[in-house]
């Protein structure tokens, strides 16, 4: 039996739990706990997800890295492409187990078989719902299919697991009879599916100090998550003997999913300090990959692996963070390989973006800051988060117009009427050197029909050489960065060039166009006081 000093320090791991942890601690926690992943077996059950071939083999490889101790590759008897998988995987000769599923009939067991595979995973239901509803077998005939499959995969010197399906909705002394019975025909490790995932922690850690005397094999659990609840199931029944858990990469599996290997592997490190064969470095890795085979994304907010498990806005938050990384980390991203971020929103304080910008090389006044500060919160608040290659913009923008001197030409007043069968007009009033002047013009968009109208109320000939638009990363939300480069006519080489970032295309190109404009006049302005020196 394993004692705590024996253990590895959750601490030294990086790890920083609550100290009330340790008070309920027990010796007879684990030293290790074996792994056993069934992405590509229940993962594969989530609904919408079918895996080619290839997308399986991947994956497996990617587990077989990670460090897990079995894989359960599928389900042999479903169909021709499922075993050409499996086989292909047996194939590959990795280091974990290979194990596929079969029902309690002797098709299945040959199916597996027929896969080349020395581990099968053999169950049956013995819930009273199950065995009435479903199965409409007598719980004898159950019992005696259990066995007989058991005896026979056995006969063909096959490790065998055995589950007794909807274990946790079975009459205790009825599972007792059943793994008595399947230990009595030699069965390898005994699983204790909580099919249905109705069980809560204190149940589960019932169950198995219940179930532990009668099984003197492994024990196992399986825990779905329809309550949300199955690392949590799992990691309680850890506590009392169960020595394997089935795991899902990103806590896939039917409906609301199995156990999540992330959330569970990282739970027995953190609570218990009992490690798996899991390198837990290449979590991040293993979950963006299956994420993407499988098309079903990781919600930000998943823990462990989702992208904000990691992220931090708010201001406190981030200068605590900067400071000792475990004031809001309960563990260092880089222990699953990934990477901290630093958010820029409305609850960002004036230090975390001097940090970031400083990470860019950048170093903001505190004036400029509290300037860009006021733009994130403004756009914050109308539903607009802010990535660093926009805050990075922002804050060139920034500088630029600092740089600046006083602006001759500034705009007043400005509308655009743009919609279906109604062309593009725009209205403007700029003050130009203390005289205001107004127009309007039509164009073909209502950028087209804003700068038509600006160069429309400038009394030299202003013409548009060049307009480029960037949505600085690519979202329907992004922001954008408008550069736009004018000439004065009859002045053939000055040509000059403004820029502005913005969340609105027509304003930044308003903006952007006023830039330039005015960089032309005071050109044209210094030039004549040159000339009457
Ligand atoms: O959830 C379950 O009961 C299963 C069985 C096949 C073990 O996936
Ligand atoms: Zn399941």
Redesign the pocket.
Known sequence: MSTKTERESPERAGIYTSQFNSMVSLDSLPKRVEIFDTTLR?GEQTPGIALSVEDKLLIAEALSDLGVDVIEAGFPITSVGERDAIKRIVALGLKPRICG?ARCRKEDIDAAIDCDLDYVHT?IATSKIHMEHKLKMTPRQVMEKAVESVEYAKSHGMTVEF?C??ATRTELPFLKEMHLAVQAAKVDKI?M?D?VGTMSPPAMEYLVREVMPFTKVPLSL?C?DDFGLAAANSLAGVRFGARQVHVCVNGLG?RAGNAALEEVVLGLMAFYGTPTNVDSRKIGYVSKLVSRMTRIPIPDNKAVVGSNAFAHESGIHVHGVLREPSTYEAFSPELIGKQRSIIVGKHTGAHSIKQKLMEYGMDLSDEQVAKLLEQIKKLADSGKHVDDAELVALAYHLIGQDKQERRMINLTEFAVFTGVNITPTAVVALDIDGETRRGSQMGIGPVDAALNAIRSVLKDKVSLEEYRLNAITGGSDALCEVSVKVRMDGDGKVVSVGKSVGSDIVNVSVDATIEAIDRLYMRKKNAGKEGSK
């Open positions: 229940d599923l169950f589950s399906e909807d699983n599916p099919t399986h779905h039917e």
